[in-house]
C-alpha cells in the first residue's frame, strides 16, 4: 500500500513568488491536513480537508491557502512568499475515525530567498 | 490556546540506560499520540492512546496517558543507539487538528 506522496520534495523560490505544493493521500484515506515544520515553531497545523472542504484551519495568513479534489489528492499555495515561510511542509492523511492516527508523508522543503 | 509542552527538549543517556520525556498540555484531551522523527525524514506513528490510564508498549519504549493531570510519559529502557531521533507528542482536542508538542532530541550514546 503506497503511503503519503508529496511532490516536489525541495524546492527554491525567492520572495514575492507563490509556490504550489502537491500531496496524494494514502488510497481510502478522505481526511487531508498540512502542517508547517520550522527549528524555531515546530510543528504548526496550517488546514485539514475533508471531501473537498475545509474543516479547520490553522493561525496562518490568507495567504496560506488549499484545496481538496474530488480523488482526495489536495494541493497547498502560499502567495507573496516571505523569507519566514522557509520550512518543511508536511502532508498527513487519514481514515475520518475519530481515534486514527495521522500518516506523514515526506515533506516538501521550501527555501525562499 | 492549547500548550503542548515537553520536557527535556535535548536528551543525550548512555546504550543501555533508562529515561523517561514528558508531554504537559493545557487543556483537557483524551486523545494523545506519540511520533518519530529522524534527521531529515517525516513522522512516524508510535502510539496512539485514548483513554486514560491507557498504556502502550512496543520494544523498548512503553507511553501512558494520565488524562486527569494532562499527562504523558514516554519511557525509554535500556536504550539502543537505533533510539536516536527525535520525539513528539500531540493532542486532539475536536476534529483531526493535532497540536504538537516541541519535540524531543534523543541521542543514544554508545
Known amino acids: 500500500k503506497a503511503g503519503v506522496t508529496q511532490t516536489p520534495r525541495y524546492l527554491i523560490k525567492t520572495r514575492g513568488q507563490q509556490v504550489t505544493l502537491s500531496c496524494s493521500p494514502i488510497s481510502g484515506h478522505r481526511s487531508v491536513s498540512w502542517y508547517q515544520q520550522t527549528p524555531g515553531q515546530g510543528l504548526q497545523f496550517l488546514f485539514e480537508?475533508?471531501?473537498?472542504?475545509?474543516?479547520n484551519k490553522g493561525n496562518f495568513p490568507g495567504r496560506f491557502s488549499g484545496r481538496q479534489f474530488s480523488n482526495s489528492r489536495s494541493e497547498m499555495n502560499v502567495s507573496t512568499l516571505e523569507l519566514g515561510d522557509s520550512a518543511l511542509y508536511l502532508c498527513?492523511?487519514?481514515?475520518?475515525?475519530?481515534?486514527?492516527?495521522?500518516?506523514f508523508g515526506s515533506g516538501t522543503q521550501l527555501s525562499v530567498l | 490556546e492549547l500548550k503542548v509542552e515537553q520536557n527535556p527538549l535535548f536528551l543525550s543517556m548512555q546504550e543501555g540506560k533508562n529515561y523517561t520525556i514528558y508531554c504537559n498540555y493545557s487543556?483537557?484531551?483524551?486523545?494523545l499520540y506519540w511520533y518519530r522523527q529522524d534527521p531529515g525524514k517525516s513522522l512516524e506513528s508510535l502510539f496512539v492512546?485514548?483513554?486514560?490510564?491507557a498504556v502502550k508498549q512496543e520494544g523498548r519504549l512503553m507511553a501512558s496517558l494520565d488524562t486527569k493531570a494532562r499527562l504523558s510519559t514516554l519511557h525509554i529502557t535500556a536504550a539502543v543507539h537505533d533510539l536516536s531521533a527525535t520525539y513528539f507528542c500531540?493532542?486532539?482536542?475536536?476534529?483531526?487538528?493535532?497540536?504538537f508538542g516541541t519535540g524531543t532530541s534523543l541521542t543514544v550514546i554508545p
Open positions: 480537508y475533508f471531501s473537498e472542504t475545509q474543516r
Open positions: 492512546l485514548l483513554s486514560n490510564g
Open positions: 487543556t483537557t484531551s483524551d486523545r
Open positions: 500531540a493532542v486532539v482536542i475536536t476534529g483531526n487538528q493535532f497540536y
Open positions: 498527513a492523511s487519514s481514515l475520518v475515525l475519530a481515534d486514527e492516527k495521522l500518516f
